[in-house]
Structure formats: C-alpha cells, structure tokens
C-alpha cells in the first residue's frame, strides 16, 4: 500500500515551458487535491476533485489546469510555466476526514 | 470564502515545557479541524482532528480545542520532545469536506 505518490520529485523549468505533475493513489479515496506550498503561507488549494469525472477550482487555480483521468489519478498541468509558479507541490487524497499527503514536488521556474 | 489565521508564527520553548498554537476561523458553518505537523522537508501529517460537535479533544501529549461561538481553536503539546520540533499547520473544512483552508503554519522548537 504506497499511499499517496507524486511524480517528478524534482523538476526545474524555464518559462514558458509546460509540464505536467502526475498524482495517484491506492486507497481507494474519492476526493483528491492540489496544493502549492510558498515559505510563510502556508497551504493553498489550487483545484481538487471530489470524485471521479469532477474538478473544481480552489483559490489559486490561474495557471494551472487539471484532470481526473480515473479513480486512482488526478493530474496537475502547467501549460506555461511562470517564475511565480516556483513552489512545492503537494496532492493529497481524503476518506471521510483528513487528508492523507503525498511526498511533493518541488518546482524551479527559471 | 473561509480565512484561517495561525498564531505564533515561530514558538520555543524548552523540552518538557507546554506548547500552544492558536487559529481563528472566519466560517461559521466550517465544522472539521484538522492540525498537520510538517518536519523539513517532508509531507504534512495528521496529528489530530476535531469536529464541531466536540470542545475537545485528547491523545496523549496532544489535545485540541475548539470554541465555536469564539471561532477559534488551538493546539496543546503537553511534555514537549526535541523530535515535537516542526512547522504544525491548523486547517479548516466546511459542511462537504471539499475544501480545506491552512492557516499559515507555526515553526515550534524545542530546545534540549
């Protein structure tokens, strides 16, 4: 039971450049989500998806997009990279309570 | 939408003292509290949680507590280890548990 992984754990990007942080989990959780961590400010959520088929924005979904490709998978994509979009990364998957975290990725925009 | 204010943004205390992180909630109708401990360069994770139908919480060293009508709610690290030492985040959710606002977070050292 891996719980909750994230892929690239490292990834640096020039602007303008696109990439996508892949997500997935193995306990069978319907809600998944995607937070940017900034020093000082804590967690923020940029989309999530309550169940397969559904996403919805959070408070700072501009720049991002995302997709449920299935149960197990939610994606994050960076259609063109901007230095303010350097942060870590973190998805996360919840049951009926708190949210489980994967292990994050941390992303340099040059 | 809902705003989680975190208070102190860095604590020390000396091991085996007690420890009190506080945060405010703008949303009446947020019901579920969870606090999340983040050591360096790690994932954050659970620690312990409340829902609105209880003022408080225990499990072992740590406890919770909530005031509804105050909107504030706080953490409580009794006996502190140097290994409490981390950034512990409150957080808050409303009635469908799909979102979830972080206060800013708390830097606790605990020195030997």
């Known amino acids: 039971n891996a719980g909750v992984t994230q892929t690239p754990k490292f990834q640096v990007l020039k602007t303008g450049q696109s990439m996508t942080l892949q997500c997935a989990q193995d306990?069978?959780?319907?809600?998944m989500y995607w937070y940017r961590q900034d020093p000082g400010m804590g967690l923020r959520l940029i989309y999530y998806?309550?169940?397969?088929?559904?996403?919805d924005k959070g408070e700072v979904p501009n720049g991002y997009n995302v997709s449920r490709l299935n149960k197990r998978e939610f994606s994050l994509r960076l259609e063109s990279a901007a230095p303010s979009q350097t942060s870590v990364y973190f998805c996360?998957?919840?049951?009926?309570?708190?949210?489980?975290f994967g292990p994050g990725t941390r992303l340099t925009v040059l | 939408g809902e705003n989680v204010e975190q208070h102190p943004s860095t604590l020390s205390v000396q091991e085996g003292d007690s420890a009190v992180i506080k945060c405010t909630y703008s949303?009446?109708?947020?019901?579920?509290f969870p606090w999340y401990k983040q050591e360096l360069g790690k994932r954050p994770q659970l620690i312990i949680d409340?829902?609105?139908?209880?003022g408080e919480k225990k499990d072992q060293r740590i406890a919770v507590t909530l005031n509804k009508t105050a909107k504030h709610f706080s953490l409580h690290i009794t006996e502190t280890q140097p290994e409490d030492s981390a950034v512990y985040f409150c957080?808050?959710?409303?009635?469908?548990?799909?979102?979830?606002?972080f206060g800013s977070g708390t830097k606790l050292n605990v020195k030997p």
């Open positions: 957080a808050a959710s409303g009635n469908n548990f799909n979102k979830f606002y």
């Open positions: 306990m069978n959780h319907n809600s």
């Open positions: 949303d009446s109708a947020s019901n579920y």
């Open positions: 996360a998957s919840r049951p009926a309570g708190a949210q489980y």
């Open positions: 998806s309550a169940s397969e088929g559904t996403t």
């Open positions: 409340i829902r609105s139908n209880v």
